[in-house]
């Protein structure tokens, strides 16, 4: 993904709250008693922003992602962090990590239900006995009453973007057409796009799929990482341990 755009993804998202998943995910951590030397995976890291916040805190992470153009930007900002380009559904991980992360919508990526269900089972595969994982996921609610069918375009420095958003409520997927017109030293755009398409996941079915990957989902949170009922927020976060673990503070 964001193959073409990758030298130019962190200006296109400059509203990404990475500060705030950080402080919010540490701050998890820190009650659950992960130390800062636990080693963690994330995955779908992107351009290492936020596996940068980890890396400084003090944390030993690794970043995968399945495009090696953003792993190259994130390789710019993570000079002394493993970084490999992998795909999440076949990890092949050195050794077994204390904590998985993957936020940024990168499960809504996959679109299909095995392809999650093979996920989960490589987290799984990868996880320590004492292992936590902590992804998100758009929700339906997002994909119709917040971005909807509608036609979004930004302005930057040299370029400007028109992002088109569809969604199809009988396969709960959603497309987004993205064109990107880049300013060229001669003063002409030069024109790229790109089609991304995310998929709508029920609790039940995060759930359903986790236990068959040997996974028990603990907590569903909602914004600020708090509990939450329904669905009626733009993202939700997930708190998946190993079957073997169930001493997760719940508060």
């Known amino acids: ?62 970043g995968v992602d399945l495009s090696e153009e953003m792993l190259m930007e994130a390789r710019e900002k993570c000079p002394d962090v493993m970084l490999v380009q992998q795909d999440i559904t076949k990890l092949r991980l050195i050794e077994p990590v204390d904590v998985m992360i993957a936020l940024c919508d990168t499960m809504n990526y996959l679109t299909e239900p095995e392809l999650l269900q093979q996920a989960f089972r490589s987290v799984r595969r990868y996880l320590t006995r004492d292992g936590i994982f902590i992804f998100d996921l758009k929700t339906e609610y997002c994909f119709q009453q917040i971005l909807g069918d509608q036609t979004r375009v930004e302005e930057g420095t040299d370029y400007y973007s028109v992002w088109e958003n569809t969604y199809f409520p009988e396969e709960k997927i959603n497309q987004y057409v993205l064109n990107l017109f880049e300013e060229k030293e001669n003063g002409l755009y030069e024109r790229s796009e790109e089609v991304h398409h995310q ?10 799929m986790l236990s068959q990957a040997g996974l028990v989902m603990k907590q569903w949170l909602g914004p600020e990482f708090k509990p939450h009922k329904d669905d009626k927020v733009e993202r939700i976060y997930v708190v998946a341990v190993r079957k073997e673990r169930e001493n997760i503070n719940e508060e």
Do not use: N
């Open 1 to 62: 993904m964001y193959q073409e755009f990758a030298h130019m993804y962190d200006e296109m998202m400059d509203e990404i709250p990475y500060e705030k998943w950080f402080e919010c995910v540490r701050d998890y951590l820190e009650v659950q008693g992960y130390e800062k030397d636990s080693k963690v995976c994330e995955l779908g890291c992107g351009t290492g922003t936020l596996t940068r916040m980890f890396h400084q805190a003090g944390y030993d992470i690794m």
């Open 199 to 208: 998929r709508a996941y029920e609790r039940q079915e995060i759930e359903k």
